[in-house]
C-alpha cells in the first residue's frame, strides 16, 4: 500500500525531528493512513493513539492514550507489545516504557502521536505558501 502524500510528508518531517531518516518513514506513513481513514471512518479512539518508532522507522509498539478528561492522562504501551519486546509487561507508561525498549531494540526509539501525523498541515503545505 502506497500512503496518501500527506501523510507521507508529515511521516516524513516527523522522523526527520526525531532523530531518524525520513527515507525510513514508510511504516510510519502507512499506520498513519490507517489511523487518518479509521479516524474519519468514526472509530471511537483512534484520536489518543500512537506508535513507538526505532530509529530506522520499524514500529515497535502502539500507544494509547489513557486517564479521564480532567485530570492525569498518559501514554501507554500496549502491555503485550511491551512484553513482546522486553520481555516484561512493565512499564507502560510511554516516557518510562521507551528507555527499556530501546534497551531491548539496542536504538534509539521515538514516541509518535496520531496528532502529529494525521492533523494540521503537511509541511510540504507550509513551505508551498
Not at 521507551?98 to 494540521?120: D, T
Amino acid at each position: 500500500m502506497t500512503a496518501h502524500p500527506y501523510v507521507t510528508a508529515k511521516a516524513r518531517a516527523w522522523m526527520l525531528r526525531a532523530g531518524g531518516r525520513p527515507q525510513d518513514a514508510a511504516q510510519l506513513a502507512r499506520w498513519a493512513q490507517i489511523a487518518w481513514h479509521a479516524n474519519r471512518l468514526g472509530m471511537s479512539g483512534v484520536q489518543n493513539r500512537g506508535v513507538i518508532v526505532a530509529a530506522d522507522g520499524t514500529l515497535l509498539a502502539e500507544t494509547r492514550l489513557c486517564g479521564r478528561r480532567r485530570g492525569v492522562r498518559a501514554q501507554h504501551v500496549s502491555p503485550d507489545d511491551m512484553e513482546r519486546i522486553t520481555g516484561s509487561s512493565y512499564p507502560t507508561v510511554a516516557d518510562m516504557a521507551m528507555g527499556r525498549i530501546r534497551h531491548a531494540v539496542g536504538q534509539p526509539v521515538a514516541h509518535a502521536r496520531f496528532s502529529e501525523l494525521c492533523e494540521g498541515p503537511s509541511e510540504a503545505d507550509v513551505a508551498d505558501k
